[in-house]
């Protein structure tokens, strides 16, 4: 069974930063390719963050240049690091992963505020 668990979340100052965790089971994750995806209030989810399995990495436009994702295979775990947060950052974050078919975590709440 595949699990996804989503941990790091929590409440930073506009231009702090977080570190989000994905603990993944249930899939060969050293060759899933793992995203992260966030949906705001009142808006549709989007994709923010994508590495394959080959650690080819690919950002949201909105994103790009602040937000870092990573896997570390040992650990079947990936990681979104997200520095100069912004308000507009907040939301709920998700880790997913395509096998057979799309699963997603639970979700961890990020919320940049003063």
């Known amino acids: 069974q595949v699990q996804l668990v989503e941990s790091g979340g929590g409440l930073v100052q506009p231009g702090g930063s977080l570190r989000l965790s994905c603990a993944a089971s249930?899939?060969?994750?050293?060759?899933?390719?793992m995203s992260w995806y966030r949906q705001a209030p009142g808006k549709e989810r989007e994709r923010v963050a994508r590495?394959?399995?080959?650690?080819?990495?690919k950002y949201a436009d909105s994103v790009k240049g602040r937000f870092t994702i990573s896997r570390d295979n040992a650990k079947n775990t990936v990681y979104l690091q997200m520095n100069s947060l912004k308000p507009e950052d907040t939301a709920v974050y998700y880790c997913?992963?395509?096998?057979?078919?799309?699963?997603w975590g639970r979700g961890t709440q990020v919320t940049v505020s003063s």
């Open positions: 997913n992963v395509v096998a057979i078919q799309t699963y």
């Open positions: 249930g899939v060969i994750f050293s060759i899933s390719s």
């Open positions: 590495i394959t399995s080959g650690d080819f990495t």
